[in-house]
């Protein structure tokens, strides 16, 4: 019986992974598991309650006291903090501009990958982020690295953006993007790098089926009997 392995899905924002992980979680029938959700929720709660985003001891109390909840639905996944929903929310120009800095914040990221672990205990997980190939699973099966251009990125979002009603232009995109990209492999903690054990995916050019494919192949390879 085939017991559910461990797929850790790192790089940088808009490369595909959420998209990709939760096609490859449903095909496998395993858990999806969005760990920049996670941070993008604290980092809410705390523009909410005016707490300081470079502040690692208040943030640290603060994750300590709020309890956020992932619920996995057809449409996708639910993100709860003190039961508030907050799914729509934790998208917004605000939080994304202000996430990368508290997910800077050593402290704040230790709490995180404790929590992320404990919620990966159950084996049969697809979980992406930045740090999961490197630090919250680094026994993972399979880990990916994926990635695109940051002008494939941009109009990634440009297109969701437009869906969701948020108005930011392409040269705003690309600047978010790269600012990002910057504050996310050069912070100290934990920073977003591939794992020598990665697989790497360039998405720049391929559809999801084609990257899905890619993944759910080397997941079949890698499953135990
Ligand atoms: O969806 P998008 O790629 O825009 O970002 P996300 O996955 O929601 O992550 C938001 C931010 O959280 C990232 O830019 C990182 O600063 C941080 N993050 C992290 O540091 N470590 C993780 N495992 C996941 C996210
Ligand atoms: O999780 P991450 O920020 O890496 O990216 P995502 O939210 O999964 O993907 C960003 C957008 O790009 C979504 O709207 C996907 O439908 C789209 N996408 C795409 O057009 N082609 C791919 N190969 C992968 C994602």
Redesign the pocket.
Known sequence: MDKGIQIAIDG???AG??TIAKITATKLGYTYI????M??ALTYKALEEHIDVYDDEALTHLLERIDIELTPTEEGQIVRVDGEDITEAIRSQEV?SN??AT?AQPHVRELMVEKQRLLANSKGVVM?????GTA?LPNAELKIFMTASVEERAERRFAENTKRGINRSMAQLCKDIAD?DK??TERIASPLKQASDAIFIDTTSMSIEQVADEIIQHAEERKRP
């Open positions: 940088p924002a808009a992974k959420s969005d760990t920049g959700a941070y993008r994304t996430v990368s997910a992406d982020g930045r740090d999961i919250v990002r504050a996310d």
